[in-house]
């Protein structure tokens, strides 16, 4: 088919013998949930949860120990062991438990979003971690299979349709949208999902 003049495409790449996986995959997405000499399970996990699922997180208490900025550390602990240390902290574990585990999930992806299977203590990289129904959580796919269950699924689409709502009114969405609300995911199961819809 042919391009308008001035129009720049680029060629479509399959990702499907990569371990990378829609929008979880983007590096921009990995990249803007990290910090610069490390990555970031909480704010990937957190990303997730709030931005992906539309579950809000409180934000942490005051003096709460920061983690290295860098990945790698004289001690030679992954990030995840880190912040297993973190949690030991009742005040921290409460909220970490249901955020951790969904950014431990994506540890493969480095600060920029590049596949990796080892930190920078050289360190191998497990991605698996225990989400907050106490069940086992394996990495990118073991994500992706989570997000794909009925409840996740029904949580994104609501967040979903809140957004395009929001953008088609020019505004936030108020507590008296929440008919109208219903009746977009109504009509959007209807048609099988249809984002036309």
């Known amino acids: 088919r042919s391009v308008p003049a001035g129009v720049v495409t680029a060629p479509r790449v399959s990702l499907a013998k990569t371990p990378r996986r829609g929008v979880l995959g983007w590096g921009a997405v990995l990249t803007s949930t990290s910090h610069p000499l490390r990555t970031s399970p909480v704010l990937r996990g957190n990303w ?3 931005d992906l699922l539309g579950i809000p997180t409180p934000p942490p208490p005051n003096a709460v120990p920061e ?3 860098d990945e790698k550390n004289s001690a030679g602990l992954t990030v995840g062991q880190l912040l297993a240390k973190h949690r030991e902290n009742a005040a921290c574990s409460v909220c970490h438990a249901r955020i951790d585990p969904l950014g431990v999930a994506l540890e493969n992806f480095a600060p ?3 596949y990796r299977v080892k930190d920078l203590n050289g ?3 497990l991605g698996t971690a225990r989400l ?3 069940r086992s959580l394996e990495g990118m796919p073991g994500l992706v299979a989570f997000l794909n269950e009925e409840k996740p699924q029904q949580l994104f689409v609501r967040r979903l349709c809140r957004k395009v709502l929001g953008y088609a009114l020019g505004r936030s969405v108020l507590p008296g949208d929440s008919a109208l609300l219903s009746e977009i995911e109504a009509k959007r199961k209807a048609t099988d999902g249809r984002f036309s819809t």
């Open 132 to 134: 907050f129904e106490d």
């Open 67 to 69: 983690l290295p900025q």
């Open 48 to 50: 997730v949860l709030a």
């Open 112 to 114: 920029v979003g590049r």
């Open 123 to 125: 360190t191998p990289i």
